[in-house]
């Protein structure tokens, strides 16, 4: 079992793009979510499939098992999460010796950008970039899970969308 330690944050601006090591397309779906528990499937690039379940711990921690499965099984997991879905472009970099993941989401969710910063411990202070703007650690509305369920929150940056 894996621990997930992250501190998540809206995204400002593209002051980050020039720091890109790597990016994937992602097509995440959910099977099952009940409370702080939540069961996915993750399909990178059309190559690569994972269910993870995730159980949470704390605002920023969650035990994570991830299993590589078939892609053909994630495409029908895929069909059966009743719409639960999130599309999004994944761009990796690295500052500070610290990993940040940065999500451009598509479809319902086109114009939302976030960032999330893995740590080792939920002590860890990685220097916050200059184009981060709120941190969402913590608010179950800025979940993957729930951005899923129920689109864009209210009152977030995506009520002043054109």
Known sequence: MALEIERKFLVENDG????VESSKA???AYVAIDGGTSMRVRISDETQAELTVKVGVSD???HEFEYLIPVAD???MAQASRGRLIEKTRHVLTIDGFVWEIDVYAGQLAGLVTAEVEMRSESDDPVLPSWLGREVTGDPAWSNAMLAMNGWPVGGPGDERP
């Open 60 to 62: 920023m921690t969650r």
């Open 74 to 76: 994630a495409h029908a």
């Open 16 to 19: 980050w793009r020039n720091a």
């Open 26 to 28: 992602i097509v995440q």
